[in-house]
């Protein structure tokens, strides 16, 4: 028996071991992507998937970055990003976004790349219901890969574009940025490899400098194709390695160094300041190895991570609710950081005087959870939330947008990041997460929350400089903390019924069926209506919102920042539940319920995975019905709003955006900027009377329901908690208040900031003519523009990065428009770009776009709408708005003949029309000057 039991213990421990090297073993990639890698290195990943259905997304990642650089190549890891839209083999100078946009795919949205540290990845999503685009398209990535022309003469008319790139970035926080990062990065590589590099670098580098890096770094071994979507995965893996197994690798090859930040051991503190900072940080940072996530081991830990940083999220989220919040925001999790590192930071943003308190009290949480760990009633609520999501997940993976596979494969290829699967995610949930304790969160704040490698940056503005603390006083102060007698948190949960009255149901009394929409329409016992379209975009999602007339449009002046406000009264919870009871109540459940009140009406958005509609309905018939008043977390949110004010006149951005609302809305109270005295104007009692009269009578109510909806299933609901809604008489119409831009032509410069950088926005504003048709040509008109301006003003003139066209219509309470030019630029050049603008503006009303634009703008539109229209989101949109409107439901099927009779004459008169000057308004946010004035235009408004 001895013997056999020794036998037994041998096997158990075996067993064990067996256990233990498998959760060290990597685990396998996902199998339903295809992988390999060519002789010469380069690696692919497809897979097929039909979300959306033909479509493909193609990623090119290389595993090189701004780290690569040398000292005389600081920012063209970059800048070769943007040469390669500048010129390839097959696609010379600009004919590569040319075709692209032809073909309907969106420059920027679309089309687009980006430059870290570590790597550099191009972007392409096309059609695949035309093989000529696809294999076009999958020319462009074997372009990309090794093709750049990089012609001179394109590098410097480049130059511009990217200068204009890094001057949009300039500002208070680059500028403190530039001083605390070789701090923060002990002193590593990477302090000096910021990915825009130096100006001295991108004005005078020569052609074979840019060269020298893209001949060394563009490199098979060192890059992988991923593609997604709508193809045949046999076909596209033959291409890719007819098309890349050619590439070749450098004679000379340079190892491609794996750089780190190093861990010293020491701690630092550095104290920064800046004239155009808003607020008081302070931040604590403690640096640690990464551990990476490759393995089932990493998955675990990575979920305790998550656990850890819901429950602690939490906790400071309480802390906010006090009479007097310790500071304006404050928290701490564990994160990534960089250079194979992560950390563990506590953050605070203090009122003015109040760094100790506010620095103290987020210390002190994490010293709490340090000392204490969580409680059993924490971990099962953040376990329970954790569970639902990869439920969630797991029901919607044959739904999975193919963005969303192409990502979990880039951090695969770049960071080693397990990429398993779904299935497989979820069996590791299922067994990783009952099996985590309080022992394994309270070891994992004992690993992170530590004092050595560990960082403390002060930040503020200018002004504030001199009452900053030094670094004795800070450690003064987290010593303090770590010496006081806390106690355990107290974990309170209500166990009280969500509401505190159950409503009597209602009773549906009429169902009307659209079958060319697909939606189904009832009136309830109470009038409310409501529209259901069930659709099979997603398999677990439910998305709604409701919509009634009325708003703050009715109420006068004297108490508009009461009702401009109520929506404060839903943060004090509703029903039985105050804030802090209902978060915990809705812990596992995946529901989202946002009342809002308006300037025109008033109503609620809101969205639940099927399983939780119920939820949804009742928190929602508890906003409406039984909203609570919370005089201390009101005085919380007063005391943070007034703190976050204090310097809001010290940020150019803030003090521009301000003066351009305040002059559109005619110095109105209700379109100028918050104020001290405007928060101080706000009554909770009047606020909170207000927000019960809107909601009183639900008279002229429609709710909007659109995902996975099964009608019947949901009638007994919406008796329940909608049809049992009040009316107590008619609806109250929305009233006109007239506020509208002045009319004339007017220019204003605001003079703000210390960076030699420029804000240009043009505005043409006036009555529309509302129509279906009349929208189409006023976004046709404002995307040909676009296109002219990112050529002329982009890569003609290099004066700009990323200039702008919008258009905004409204038909309610009269129908208006605004068009708006916008771009940033040096200040030198404003006048001569604005001019620019304004002459390609003329030549819409003298000649109209060319044909190609309109051909373009067509393939854009009718490529986004194919995806578009297969998304719950844009049916919930444009069945509230049409309904919202009272404009007919069928608007759809005019879509085709609308978008083809749009033709350069058609939009030369609709140039004509919006864009004649009439009512034109030119603000340009300016370096700081002496004055700042408005004046009339002249006449050419040029």
Excluded at 165 to 191: D, T
Excluded at 242 to 264: M, Q
Excluded at 324 to 331: K, L, N, S, T
Excluded at 749 to 775: H, I, P, R
Aim: aromatic fraction near 10%; charge should be neutral; charged fraction near 25%.
């Amino acid at each position: 028996m001895q013997i056999k039991n020794i036998c037994l213990a041998i096997a158990g421990t075996l067993v064990l071991a067996a256990n233990a090297l498998a959760q060290q073993k990597p685990l396998p990639l996902d199998v339903a992507v295809r992988t390999g890698k060519l002789p010469n290195g380069f690696t692919y990943y497809i897979r097929h998937n039909e979300e959306p259905k033909n479509r493909v997304v193609f990623y090119l990642a290389n595993k090189v970055g701004s780290i690569l650089e040398t000292d005389e190549q600081q920012g063209l890891a970059h800048f070769m990003e943007h040469m390669s839209f500048n010129g390839t083999t097959h696609f010379p100078k600009n004919e590569l976004i040319n075709y692209l946009q032809k073909s309907g795919v969106r420059f920027g949205a679309d089309l687009n790349a980006y430059t870290s540290f570590d790597e550099t990845v191009y972007q392409l999503p096309l059609p695949t219901d035309k093989p000529d685009v696809l294999q076009n398209g999958i020319q462009i990535m074997r372009d990309w890969a090794q093709e750049a022309t990089l012609d001179p003469v394109e590098i410097d008319k480049e130059r511009g574009v990217v200068l204009e790139e890094k001057r949009l970035g300039k500002g208070a926080q680059e500028r403190m940025r530039r001083q605390y990062f070789p701090m923060l990065l002990n002193q590593s590589r990477y302090a000096s490899r910021i990915p825009i590099g130096t100006e001295e670098v991108l004005k005078s580098f020569k052609p074979e400098t840019i060269r020298d890096y893209y001949h060394t770094w563009y490199r098979p071994d060192l890059q992988a194709l991923i593609v997604v979507g709508d193809i045949d995965v046999n076909q596209m893996e033959q291409t890719i390695k007819a098309k890349f197994g050619d590439l070749k690798n450098p004679a000379a090859e340079k190892e491609r160094v794996k750089y780190t930040i190093p861990l010293t051991g020491q701690n630092h503190f550095q104290s920064v300041s800046d004239p155009e900072m808003t607020s008081i940080v302070a931040e604590v940072i403690i640096k640690h190895k990464a551990t990476g996530l490759s393995t089932a081991s990493d998955y675990k830990a990575s979920m305790i991570n998550s656990l850890f940083n819901s429950m602690l999220g939490a906790r400071y989220a309480e802390l906010l609710r006090q009479a007097d919040p310790p500071y304006i925001q404050g928290g701490a999790d564990i994160d990534d950081f960089l250079g194979g590192l992560d950390n563990f930071s506590a953050s605070v943003v203090v009122k003015p005087q109040g760094m100790e308190k506010g620095l103290k009290a987020v210390w002190r949480e994490t010293e709490r959870v340090k000392r204490f760990g969580f409680t059993a009633t924490e971990l099962d609520r953040a376990k329970q939330s954790y569970l639902s999501r990869m439920e969630s997940a797991l029901k919607e993976k044959n739904k999975t947008e193919s963005e969303s596979y192409v990502k979990e494969y880039l951090a695969y290829f770049l960071k080693n990041e397990a990429a398993p699967g779904i299935d497989a995610e979820y069996e590791l949930v299922k067994a990783a997460l009952p099996q985590i304790t309080l022992a394994d969160l309270a070891k994992t704040a004992q690993q992170y929350i530590r004092n050595d490698n560990r960082d403390i940056l002060l930040m503020a503005p200018e002004k504030d400089k001199a009452g900053l603390p030094d670094e004795a006083t800070v450690n003064g102060w987290l010593k303090a903390v770590e010496a006081e007698d806390l106690k355990p948190y107290n974990d309170e949960v209500s166990t009280l019924a969500l509401l505190a009255k159950q409503p009597t149901p209602g009773k549906i009394v009429n169902q009307v069926k659209d079958a060319g929409l697909g939606i189904t329409t009832l009136t309830l016992s109470n009038g409310i209506k409501v529209v259901l379209k069930p659709t099979d975009f997603k398999n677990n999602e439910i998305m709604f919102g409701s919509f009634s007339p009325g708003g703050t449009s009715l109420y006068p002046d004297a108490d508009y920042q009461s009702a401009a406000n109520t929506g404060i009264i839903p943060s004090f919870g509703a029903g039985n539940y105050n804030t802090t009871e209902l978060s915990k109540f809705l812990s596992g459940k995946q529901v989202a319920v946002q009342p809002y009140i308006s300037e025109r009406g008033q109503g609620v958005s809101g969205g639940a995975i099927p399983q939780d509609l119920e939820t949804a309905l009742q928190l929602c018939y508890a906003y409406l019905t039984e909203p609570r008043k919370d005089a201390n977390q009101f005085q919380s949110i007063i005391q943070r709003s007034k703190a976050s004010l204090a310097n809001r006149g010290s940020d150019p951005n803030s003090v521009f955006k301000d003066s351009v609302s305040s002059f559109l809305g005619n110095y109105n109270i209700r379109r100028t900027p918050p104020t001290l005295a405007k928060l101080d104007a706000i009554n909770l009692d009047k606020a909170y009377q207000i927000y019960k009269e809107r909601f009183a009578n639900a008279a002229g109510t429609t709710f909007v329901f659109v995902g996975s909806i099964d009608v019947e299933t949901i009638k007994p609901l919406l008796e329940k908690y909608i049809a049992s809604l009040p009316v107590t008489g008619a609806a109250q119409a929305a009233k006109d208040l007239g506020i509208h831009p002045p009319e004339g032509r007017f220019q204003k410069n605001v003079y703000k900031g210390t960076e030699q950088k420029a804000t240009v926005q043009l505005f043409f504003t006036g009555n529309f003519a509302y129509s279906a048709n009349e929208k189409q040509q006023l976004d046709a008109l404002k995307e040909t523009l676009e296109f002219r301006l990112l050529e002329r003003l982009r890569e003609d003139e290099g004066g700009v990065y990323t200039p702008g066209a919008y258009a905004n219509v409204a038909k309610l309470p009269s129908a208006r428009y605004n068009f708006i030019i916008a771009f940033g630029c040096a200040p030198q050049n404003v006048d001569k770009l604005i001019a620019s603008a304004l002459d390609e503006v003329e030549k819409l009303k003298t000649q109209g776009p060319p044909q190609v634009n309109v051909d373009k703008y067509k393939a854009e539109e009718l490529r986004s709408r194919e995806t578009n229209f297969k998304t719950n989101k844009f049916w919930l949109s444009y069945l509230s708005g049409q309904l919202q409107n009272n404009d007919p439901l069928t608007e759809l099927d005019s879509y085709n003949n609308n978008l083809q009779a749009i033709t350069p004459e058609s939009l030369k008169q609709t140039a004509q029309k919006y864009l004649s000057g009439k009512n034109y308004i030119r603000f340009v946010l300016l370096p700081e000057n002496n004055s700042s004035t408005t004046t009339p235009a002249n006449p050419g408004g040029k």
